[in-house]
């Protein structure tokens, strides 16, 4: 999603979860051989270098308890000078368990976000509080 929000500004806000900035970094990608992959290819697909793209404003998401790509987010952070984006962390959360409770509140802020700008805010308590109203009241 951060390519996504990189690329176009079609969009009136966009929410990135657990980003990598650099897909040749990640684990997921150590068996590939890269290099039989062009090095422009693995370029253009490394959000870290075409975060001053982002014209519309940009979520990015992540929880900050293994496993998760925390770091990533942080290095994306600190490399970013953007006003577009917006890192932030769900404390508590990993990767896969903030997924469920922060996508039932973002859908309700966008169902909700109907003037004629994007008006949508977060902020890392709010995200930390729902998380844990959702696993508290999903047992």
Do not use: C
């Not at 500004?9 to 051989?33: E, I, M, S, V």
């Not at 109907?114 to 890392?124: A, F, Q, R, S």
């Amino acid at each position: 999603m951060v390519l996504t929000a990189e690329a176009t500004d079609r969009f009136r806000a966009t929410f990135a979860f657990g980003p990598l900035r650099q897909a040749t970094l990640h684990q997921l990608f150590k068996q590939t051989d890269f290099d039989k992959v062009d090095d422009r290819e693995w370029l253009l697909r490394a959000p870290i270098y075409w975060l001053a793209s982002v014209k519309e404003p940009l979520f990015v998401l992540e929880g900050n308890k293994d496993p998760s790509n925390v770091i990533a987010l942080h290095i994306m952070r600190e490399k970013s000078h953007n006003p577009n984006i917006k890192f932030m962390e769900v404390e508590g959360a990993t990767h896969f368990t903030s997924l469920a409770p922060i996508t039932a509140v973002l859908a309700d802020k966008i169902l909700h976000d109907t003037g004629p700008t994007m008006n949508i805010t977060l902020d890392e308590g709010d995200l930390f509080r729902d998380f844990v109203r959702f696993t508290t009241t999903s047992r």
